[in-house]
T-cell receptor, first 111, second 115 residues
């Protein structure tokens, strides 16, 4: 099964609201990353959080990591229509950066 | 510094033909990864290459698929005798190193359609 699994699978919110997506994984990790994918496009790297970090911010993004629960969350504050995309978490746990992606959360922000 | 480049962006092949997908990593990057994404799914790791070496091909189907990253030129993902189930988006990523500290930069993908 997938190393990373996002929850919910789909999320629809009004512009200006906050969006929270969760990711659970199974094995120990070095890093956890979040990516965004607009429809029909490649992936854009959003943020990387290391296993010894608990929280990280980047603009309107806030990522938390709980290694005891093997879970992470991505919070997008004050969402915009342009945030509409699929969001994936990705983990790496090997000696090199073999990254395993989750199945993604589809976020729709309604103007 | 140009990003990761992939070509073609769209490729249509009939069943039984060969598909060749190219990936030019970012300048200075010597590590390349290929991923496949089926509709409505996440990315699945296929293969990890350094220049002239395959480091990990654990995600590659055993038959018909091969990858290379020559000393000069782009990385090539080759699919022989394509079948409908090969229809997917294929993404490559590159990084300057292979350790866990390095972010992977993704290309725009090649969308393969097998008719």
């Amino acid at each position: 099964s997938q190393q990373g699994e996002e929850d919910p699978q789909a999320l629809s919110i009004q512009e200006g609201e906050n969006a929270t997506m969760n990711c659970s994984y199974k094995t120990s990790i070095n890093n956890l990353q979040w990516y965004r994918q607009n429809s029909g496009r490649g992936l854009v790297h959003l943020i990387l959080i290391r296993s010894n970090e608990r929280e990280k911010h980047s603009g309107r993004l806030r990522v938390t990591l709980d290694t005891s629960k093997k879970s992470s969350s991505l919070l997008i504050t004050a969402s915009r229509a342009a945030d509409t995309a699929s969001y994936f978490c990705a983990t790496d746990s090997g000696g090199y950066q073999k990254v395993t992606f989750g199945t993604g959360t589809k976020l729709q922000v309604i103007p | 510094n140009a990003g990761v480049m992939q070509n073609p962006r769209h490729l249509v092949r009939r069943r039984g033909q060969e598909a060749r997908l190219r990936c030019s990593p970012m300048k200075g990057h010597s590590h390349v990864y290929w991923y496949r994404q089926l509709p409505e799914e996440g990315l699945k790791f296929m293969v990890y290459l350094q220049k002239e070496n395959i480091i990990d091909e654990s995600g590659m189907p055993k038959e018909r698929f091969s990858a290379e990253f020559p000393k000069e030129g782009p990385s090539i993902l080759r699919i022989q005798q394509v079948v409908r189930g090969d229809s997917a988006a294929y993404f490559c990523a590159s990084s300057p190193g292979g350790g866990p500290a390095y972010e992977q930069y993704f290309g725009p993908g090649t969308r393969l359609t097998v008719t």
